[in-house]
């Protein structure tokens, strides 16, 4: 599991390690350095968890925006006393507003598709450029990273945990955002200076944030972000569906089956 940490110390324990594989996406928490010079095959899960996990990004962009959570909250508190006039509990529009998209991987592009079924305009940057094919197919445009952030309504991030990545949405770009925006992440958590993000929202320079991941899990009751009206939170779950689970099951045991047996995993890293 991604909490499972496969480093240099766990490998040189396990004398006759020849394959590890990791129920996840993600494979930062194995120490690939080791396992190269070790000739141990390394598998993992793309692909099968790719459409969870936009679902989810999709409905925390949803849920932030139109204020679904904090109105839930709001009747189960007993704080809904009267009918709510013209201008009482307003959300936001998702239509004609500008998603720009961290990272257009498999999860970043299946997330464009839903953003532009609701009426948005996607933009996005990434390590590399797509082709010119790929974006006129997706319908998206390349914009800088500082574009991107000056120019969305919503940012949201769908990249890996890298040392270049490692607090990579920091104070400096947060600045730049429009007042009013809001931030979606479903990557990892360390992708973004989360003390950093938390007053930007303190301080009413961004509308809100909703997150599946943090600097630290599990998130405490006691984090700053779980006092704040306009955050939406949920515990690492992008993947967690029955079907996306299940798929990841099979695909770990096939990519572990297929290295004890001398070839190469179905997906290796």
Known sequence: MPYDTIDREVIEAAADLRAISTYSVGYEHIDLQC??????????????????TADLAFAL????????????????SGGWQQVFGPCDFLGTDLETKTVGILGPGRIGLSFAEKAQAFGMKVVYHGNGRLSERQERQAGIEHVSLNQLFSESDIVSLHIPHTKRTHDMVNRSLLAKMKRGAFIVNTSR???????????ALQNGDLAGAALDVFYDEPLGADSPLAKMENVVLTPHMGSSTKETRENMARLAVLNLKMAMAGRRPKCAV
């Open 35 to 52: 396992t190269k010079s070790r000739g141990i095959l390394v598998g993992y899960t793309p692909d099968v968890l790719t459409r969870a």
């Open 189 to 199: 958590g360390r992708v973004i200076n989360q003390k950093d993000l938390v007053l």
């Open 61 to 76: 962009m949803l849920d932030v925006m139109r204020r679904v959570s904090e109105g839930d909250r709001l009747i189960r």
